[in-house]
Structures are given as structure tokens and as C-alpha cells.
């Protein structure tokens, strides 16, 4: 009888997912300033409803645009702290002093899961403005999303080798590349916003099925909105995520598709102070 | 002594005109002579077994012009593809039956895509007929209404059956081959050789062209060099026939958005008028791989087609939406273009070319090289509808 239950079990994680009626937490949501005229927070809300997600981690340019969305659904929104008052200060963000202030202002009035999703790269990573961003995540215990090449995780765990980093985009690298940095660090994760690659046609490409089997707590999906129109994409997205993942055995394409979040920020406390 | 002083008399104005001219270097020499030579060399479709046929072209002339394939009997090809303008309207965007969101491309040189429509909705000239007939916006008619037009009138049903045999029952095959005509006819509209040819083919063999302007050259040497614009705008007809976001907005009205590239992906995979289903003629199916293959990507969202630059003063305005009045706002566009905005890990081409006024006018000036007034003068139509020759 207890062989029969093994082997039932067995066979149910390791069954295909169901791709229509899969759980779904989106890693990499924006609602940046453009968005805002033309998506207001509550049809933005709706959106997120209707694509059927559970949560969505969100940042913003600037971060009143979570703020928005986190009164409007508290029980959605997972709101991180973007360093940008703006969305042009993508590439010059890291020289600019002042965003360690903001930093610890925002901070010092609301209760957010991590700091990101920021650009960094390379060396930029060593700078004194990332450093101490290190640092108030490490003394806050947050997340760090990092938009980031390999060379600049490298240098993020050099700082703090107990950090958590989420690496968005796994940093476009190769699913061999990604696994290496996974291998490396323990506490790095990995989202899989706007790549196409692993599971085009609904099909997961062997290469990142090997990664996603090899580390099965480490993955997550996102869509990234980077322009306000890709908030309409959100939907497409994530019945594009459910059809590949639906390739995977439930099991893993459970934790890919929502345990692994919530086991990432299990515990940590949202909202104002 | 005296031959040398010869030379030197019949070198010295082309040595002038040489000083004249913005320095170009090997690589950006290389790129110019890409563009060209003009025209390209005339090939037949393959899946369209009418393709370069005269009796074809004859009906499909006849066919864009007529008013009997549309909904409300009111409508033409012609209507919204006016010759004078390019081939294309003028308006931001039409009205058909109703409004349409996209900006009318011109058809000069249509026979040269890979791709058809803003979204790459069709793989075919044949498909991209079909599509506005059948959108409700547009042209708004069925295959029935599209056969029984051709059916009910002499003249045009004998020229059918003169190309294609008797009228088929099928009302989609008599549907797809009255699109063949109309797409046999459209492949013989071309644009001329313009100065910038000339430019081109004279640079080609290393001679001088001191008819080109300067401040032309001096854009075609931002063109090719510091714009880099030929990544996209490639080849002699200054398109790579790919999808790009160039971050224009893809918002129509508040909550209504057009997803471009990603859309006609879908589109065209779900059609039966693509080249997977069984109006391609090409029996080998080797037109078909592209279609085969292709596959929504991220990407793909708000990506839409690189147009081709020839005759573009006449085809005014500009990009999908029409949402630029005029070229100098094109350059403005692409000069000030926000990184942000088309998100560099997503479209790495574009980014914002900060152009000088003078530059600006220079790159504007080398754009109106790629046209010729004698490409807009009214059609002369050549068959009458009326008779069936």
C-alpha cells in the first residue's frame, strides 16, 4: 500500500503541468511615470487580475508609481525600491549621490521586499553609490534585483557574500552561464523576464531544462513592462509562461511559476511603517 | 611637356569636384555601394503562377481600380493607394468602412518584401491583397462577394477565365486568384533611378558625381556612419523588410493599444491565405520556410516594419501611425529618441543620434536624394474594364 502511494506521488510530480489554471507570480512588473496617464492605477490593477497573476513583484520610475498600485491592491502588489526618480536616470543612477538619500528616505516610511530592479555593470558595481546600497539591503535584509552582466553579481557577493540577488533577466546569459552563477551562489535567483529562448512554441529548450532541473528553487517568471504599452502584454505573457511550463513536470513548473517567489520573500513584512 | 599640361587641365576639375565631397572612407564607400545598383533585377514570385503573365497584370489593373470589391461599393485598391501620393494617401490614416488605426504604405517597389503590412500580417502580395477585402474596416467583402463580383460582370469574368480557365465553385480560389492578378499588377510598380543612384554608381567605379549636392552627401555620410541608419535601412531599397521598435507609441486611444509585429504573427500563422496553406503555387514549398519558422518573441510586441526609403517625400506621413508630418520630424525622432523607451536589452539599434540643426537638414537633404517627381505623376491606365481584350 505505502509502495502504492510512493508511486502515485511520484507520478503526480512528475506529471505534465496544467497550463490553464497554473498559479502565476510575475517577477518583473514596472509602473513607471509614462504609465500612468494612460493606464491609470486601477485598470493596471485590472490588468493584473485578468491575466490571472497571484502577485507581482513591482518597481517603479519613480517609486510613487508602486506606491499607486500598492494602495490600490495590497494584496497583489509586491513592491521593491527602484533607485530612479525618473526613467533616465538608467545609465547615469550609480554617480548620482543623492539616490542614497532617497534610498533611506523611502525606506525610513515604507516596508519593501528589496531594492531594484536597478542597471549595473561590470565595475560600475564597485562604485560608492552601489556600495552602500549594499549595505542598507544587507541592514534592511532585502533583495537585490539586479539588471546586471555577471562580472557585476561577481562584485555585488564580493561586498556582501550573504546577499540575496535576484538576477533579472539572468543577466541574458547562456542557460550553461546561468547555472555557473547559480552553482557559485547559493542565494542567487533568477528571473526569466523578456527571454523567448527557454520555451518558444511552448517547448522548453533542453539546455534550460537541465538548469531549471538542476536548480529547482531558483527560478521565476516576469514580463517586464518597460514601456507602458508592454503592460498590455502582461496577459499574452503569462498564457505564454503557462504553455511552457506546461512542458515541465507539475511539480517543478509549480515552483517556477509561483513557490519559488513566495518562498524567496516568505515572512518579510509590506506596507507602511 | 606639353601632353603633361593637358593632363593636368582635364584632372584639375575632377580633382575640384573630389576636395568638394565629404571624405568618405573604404567602409563607408562599401555600405554606399550597397545600396544600390537600381533597379534591382526583375524576378517572378513563385507562388503566384501569374506572376509577370500581361493578361494578369491587365485584370489586376483593372481590379485595383474598381469599386466592386468593397462592401459598399464605394471603395477601390485606388482609394486609399493613390497613385500621385506614392501609392498611399497622404492622411495619417484612412478611413475605409471605418477608421484604421495604421498609417496607408505606399506600394512602389512592394514586390521587394519578405513581409507584408506594418505587422507582417502576410507572406505574400497575393495575402496582403486579400487582407484589407476581407477586414471589416477596410474594404469589408467575403470571397462570396469577391466571386460573385467577377461572376456577374462579362468582361471581367472572360479576362478570368482567360488567365485561370473557368470560374471555379470554390468562391476562395476565385478569391486568391483575382488577388494574384491584383499582386501581378502591383509587382511592376517601381520607382526610377535617382540622383542618388547616379552618386552611387559614379562612387562605385571611383569616378566623381559633382551633380550631388553636398549637404546631400554630407547626410549620406551621417546615413552610413555616425546614424548607422543602414543597419536597418539596408540594401537598394533601404530596408532590411524586419521589424523594429523604434519607439513610437503604440497607443491608439487610453486602453487600446496596437501590438504590431507580435500581432501579425499571429495574424499571418492563422490565416489560410499564407504560404503554408494551398494557394501558394510554389509547389516545392520552399517560399513557405520563413512562415514555417516564425514565432511570437517578446520582442515582437510594438515591433513594426522598416519601410523602404525610395520615393519617401511623396509618401508623407510618417511612421505606422503617421503620427511624424514630415521628415525633418523623423530625424527630430530618431535624434531625440529615448533609450528608455525602446529598452536597450530589447532593441539595441536604436538610440538617440543627438544631430546638430545642421545635420539634421543635411540628413533630410540626403533622404530627398532617394526620390524623383516622375514617380508621382497620375496613372495611365492601359486596359479598359470594360472589354475583355
Excluded at chain 1, 244 to 272: C, H, S, T, V
Excluded at chain 2, 106 to 123: A, V
Excluded at chain 2, 142 to 151: C, D, E, G, Q
Excluded at chain 2, 248 to 274: C, H, T, V, W, Y
Aim: charged share 25%.
Amino acid at each position: 500500500m505505502r509502495f502504492l502511494l510512493a508511486c502515485l506521488f511520484a507520478a503526480l510530480a512528475f506529471a505534465p503541468a496544467r497550463a490553464a489554471d497554473l498559479p502565476l507570480i510575475d517577477a518583473h512588473i514596472h509602473y513607471s511615470h509614462d504609465a500612468w496617464d494612460m493606464l491609470p492605477a486601477k485598470e493596471a490593477i485590472n490588468v493584473l487580475r485578468k491575466a490571472g497573476l497571484k502577485k507581482a513583484l513591482l518597481s517603479s520610475s519613480s517609486d510613487d508609481g508602486t506606491l499607486k498600485l500598492y494602495a490600490e491592491a495590497p494584496d497583489i502588489i509586491v513592491p521593491e525600491l527602484r533607485p530612479y526618480r525618473s526613467r533616465g536616470e538608467i545609465g547615469t543612477w550609480f554617480r548620482d549621490e543623492t539616490v542614497v538619500t532617497h534610498i533611506q528616505e523611502r525606506i525610513a516610511k515604507f516596508n519593501y521586499v528589496g531594492i531594484g530592479e536597478f542597471h549595473i555593470y561590470g565595475p560600475d558595481a564597485d562604485s560608492p553609490v552601489m556600495r552602500r546600497i549594499v549595505e542598507i539591503a544587507k541592514t534592511n535584509n532585502l533583495i537585490l534585483h539586479a539588471h546586471s552582466d555577471a562580472e557585476a553579481v561577481d562584485r555585488l557577493f564580493a561586498q556582501n557574500p550573504t546577499a540575496r540577488v535576484l538576477w533579472a533577466h539572468s543577466g541574458f546569459a547562456s542557460p550553461d552561464k546561468v547555472r555557473e552563477m547559480l552553482r557559485k551562489y547559493k542565494t542567487l535567483w533568477a528571473d526569466l523576464a523578456f527571454r523567448s529562448e527557454h520555451g518558444s512554441g511552448g517547448k522548453v529548450d533542453a539546455a534550460w531544462r537541465e538548469a531549471f532541473v538542476e536548480f529547482p528553487d531558483r527560478f521565476m517568471v516576469g514580463t517586464d513592462t518597460f514601456t507602458p504599452e508592454r503592460w498590455y502584454y502582461i496577459e499574452e505573457h503569462a498564457k505564454w509562461s503557462r504553455a511552457w511550463l506546461a512542458d515541465l513536470p507539475q511539480d517543478l513548473a509549480e515552483r517556477i511559476a509561483y513557490k519559488n517567489f513566495e518562498a524567496l520573500f516568505a515572512g518579510m513584512k509590506i506596507g507602511p511603517k | 611637356m606639353k601632353r603633361r599640361l593637358l593632363a593636368l587641365v582635364f584632372l584639375a576639375p575632377i580633382s575640384a569636384a573630389l576636395a568638394q565631397q565629404p571624405t568618405f572612407t573604404p567602409a563607408e564607400i562599401r555600405k554606399i555601394v550597397g545600396h544600390g545598383p537600381w533597379p534591382p533585377p526583375a524576378t517572378l514570385d513563385a507562388g503566384n503562377r501569374v506572376s509577370g503573365k500581361p493578361d494578369a497584370i491587365a485584370l489586376g489593373e483593372i481590379l485595383f481600380f474598381s469599386t466592386k470589391l468593397s462592401g459598399n461599393g464605394q471603395l477601390a485598391c485606388a482609394t486609399c493607394h493613390v497613385p500621385e501620393l506614392g501609392w498611399s494617401d497622404g492622411k495619417k490614416t484612412p478611413n475605409g468602412l471605418s477608421a484604421v488605426d495604421r498609417n496607408t504604405p505606399g506600394l512602389l517597389n512592394i514586390r521587394l518584401n519578405r513581409w507584408f503590412g506594418w505587422d507582417g500580417g502576410s507572406d505574400s502580395l497575393m495575402g496582403s491583397v486579400i487582407r484589407p477585402w476581407l477586414d471589416t474596416r477596410e474594404m469589408g467583402v467575403s470571397p462570396v462577394h469577391v466571386a460573385k463580383a467577377l461572376r456577374e460582370d462579362a468582361a471581367l469574368a472572360c479576362r478570368y477565365r482567360k488567365i485561370f480557365g473557368p470560374l471555379e465553385s470554390d468562391d476562395a480560389v476565385v478569391m486568391a486568384n483575382a488577388a494574384k492578378a491584383i499582386a501581378a499588377f502591383q509587382e511592376t510598380l517601381a520607382t526610377s533611378r535617382t540622383p542618388f543612384d547616379d552618386f552611387r554608381d559614379a562612387l562605385a567605379v571611383g569616378r566623381a558625381d559633382p551633380s550631388y549636392p553636398e549637404a546631400a552627401k554630407r547626410g549620406l555620410k551621417i546615413f552610413v556612419g555616425k546614424g548607422d541608419c543602414q543597419l536597418c535601412h539596408f540594401g537598394p531599397a533601404f530596408t532590411n523588410g524586419e521589424f523594429h521598435d523604434t519607439g513610437i507609441s503604440q497607443f491608439i486611444a487610453p486602453g487600446k493599444i496596437d501590438n504590431g509585429r507580435f500581432g501579425g504573427i499571429k495574424f499571418l500563422r492563422e490565416s489560410q491565405f499564407n504560404r503554408l496553406g494551398r494557394f501558394n503555387d510554389d509547389a516545392t514549398g520552399a517560399n513557405a520556410v520563413a512562415t514555417r519558422h516564425v514565432e511570437t518573441t517578446h520582442r515582437n510586441w510594438g515591433e513594426f516594419k522598416v519601410p523602404t526609403l525610395r520615393n519617401l517625400e511623396a509618401t508623407v506621413p510618417y511612421m505606422h501611425n503617421g503620427s511624424l508630418a514630415s521628415l525633418h520630424d523623423v530625424v527630430k525622432h530618431y535624434s531625440e529618441v529615448s533609450p528608455d523607451r525602446v529598452h536597450s536589452d530589447g532593441e539595441a539599434l536604436i538610440r538617440p543620434l543627438r544631430l546638430s540643426a545642421q545635420e539634421s537638414d543635411d540628413l533630410v537633404a540626403f533622404l530627398r536624394t532617394l526620390s524623383v517627381a516622375a514617380d508621382n505623376r497620375p496613372f495611365q491606365k492601359r486596359h479598359d474594364s470594360r472589354t475583355c481584350e
